[in-house]
């Protein structure tokens, strides 16, 4: 185990696309979280996990923002109808009694 | 409601001197403190923590941190700067107990530029 892996890595998409995002956390790591960074700013938290169940999602996170952790494994992020505000680096963490590991980030461009 | 504050947007030292990074926070109890740096499009690395105990708090490639109730402050200090030091450096507390437990907020970020 290497650590927290997002997949992709850099997405551009058109404006109104949906676009969705993977985290796999380091696999004995029971809480996940996703953030959110844009340029010349600190990661802002979204949303998180424990195991399954998703305990806190954070007013950034929209309507059209939806995230799932099925069977408390790896996450999902999907972002429906993408508005260029949303462009950013999306960073998945995954912790284990205040132990956090981030992954490298998925850059989402959207034009 | 916790936060952070790194007053200094971006700084620059030569190659061999100290460094002192800035960090205030607020949050009504005791906090869970983090330094993590940040290469240009990379994830976050953890450099140090501070869970409670020693208020030194060391941390890899020669990093320490001071965590000071009074002043609500952890600022992160390295002795002897190297050129491989230069990236974003961010300061982040974690709520040590509640329905937040575990979620981070961040500060800005300070840009640690190194000359040779």
């Known amino acids: 185990d290497t650590g927290v892996s997002q997949d992709p890595r850099h997405k551009i998409t058109k404006r109104g696309q949906n676009v969705t995002f993977r985290c796999d956390p380091i696999?004995?790591?029971?809480?996940l979280y996703w953030y959110r960074q844009t340029l010349g700013q600190g990661p802002e938290f979204l949303t998180y996990?424990?195991?399954?169940?998703?305990?806190?999602k954070s007013r950034l996170l929209s309507d059209r923002f939806s995230a799932e952790r099925p069977k408390g494994s790896f996450s999902t992020l999907e972002i429906q109808r993408t508005e260029q505000g949303d462009s950013a680096m999306y960073l998945c963490?995954?912790?284990?009694?205040?132990?956090?590991?981030f992954g490298s980030g998925t850059r989402l461009t959207v034009v | 409601a916790q936060s952070v504050t790194q007053p200094d947007i971006h700084i620059t030292v030569s190659e061999g001197a100290s460094l002192e990074l800035r960090c205030n926070y607020s949050?009504?109890?005791?906090?869970?403190l983090f330094w993590y740096v940040q290469s240009p499009g990379q994830g976050l690395q953890l450099l140090l923590k501070?869970?409670?105990?020693?208020?030194l708090v060391q941390g890899i490639k020669g990093f320490e941190a001071e965590f000071k109730r009074s002043q609500s402050s952890f600022n992160l200090r390295k002795p002897s700067v190297h050129w491989s030091d230069a990236a974003e450096y961010f300061c982040?507390?974690?709520?040590?107990?509640?329905?937040?437990?575990?979620?981070?907020?961040f500060g800005q970020g300070t840009i640690l530029t190194v000359h040779p």
């Open positions: 963490a995954s912790s284990l009694k205040g132990t956090y590991t």
């Open positions: 696999s004995e790591h029971n809480r």
């Open positions: 996990f424990q195991n399954e169940a998703q305990l806190e």
């Open positions: 949050y009504g109890a005791t906090p869970y």
């Open positions: 501070y869970f409670s105990g020693d208020t």
């Open positions: 982040a507390v974690g709520a040590a107990g509640g329905t937040s437990y575990g979620k981070l907020t």
